[in-house]
């Protein structure tokens, strides 16, 4: 596992999405993934907003932002205090896949602790059409060796 990587950064979507290569054929069966994830960390001090652009089995591009307007046009927003982030992904790293209560669809239904928006309601309802492999994505952190900028 090496060095601890830093949430949120660039660095630690970076790791995940070279989880996400390695485990290409494990996506395949969900169908391709198009859509850009725009991740916003409440509370946290350094890096608050990242985007991640999927592109059928991969990810094509990962950076942080300095606002909103700066992200892609079509972009979802998942949103949620670093306390939120951290719970979720400890409980990844401690059982390789989140428990029920820490899943995508369970932290933002019905948008609490998670909130999920965008600038259209087509660029949300990416969100729940990509939900399984964005989970699958989020699992990747089971294999990195995660610290949390506070």
């Not at 001090?45 to 991640?52: S, Y």
């Not at 652009?53 to 700066?70: I, N, P, Q």
């Not at 729940?128 to 900028?149: D, M, P």
Request: with cysteine.
């Amino acid at each position: 596992m090496g060095n601890a990587l830093r949430f949120p950064s660039q660095q630690w979507f970076q790791a995940l999405a070279e989880q996400m290569a390695e485990r290409r054929d494990e996506f395949r069966g969900f169908g391709p993934v198009d859509c850009t994830m725009v991740v916003k960390v409440d509370g946290a001090r350094e890096c608050q907003l990242l985007e991640v652009v999927f592109e059928a089995f991969a990810v094509k591009s990962v950076r942080a932002l300095e606002s909103l307007d700066s992200a892609r046009p079509d972009h979802f927003v998942i949103e949620a205090p670093l306390a939120i982030w951290q719970e979720m992904l400890d409980n990844i790293g401690t059982n390789g896949a989140p428990d029920l209560e820490h899943t995508l669809n369970f932290l933002t239904f019905p948008d609490d602790p998670m909130v999920v928006s965008g600038p259209d309601q087509l660029q949300t309802d990416a969100f729940y059409r990509y939900n399984e492999s964005l989970q699958r994505f989020f699992n990747g952190a089971s294999s990195i060796t995660t610290s949390y900028v506070t």
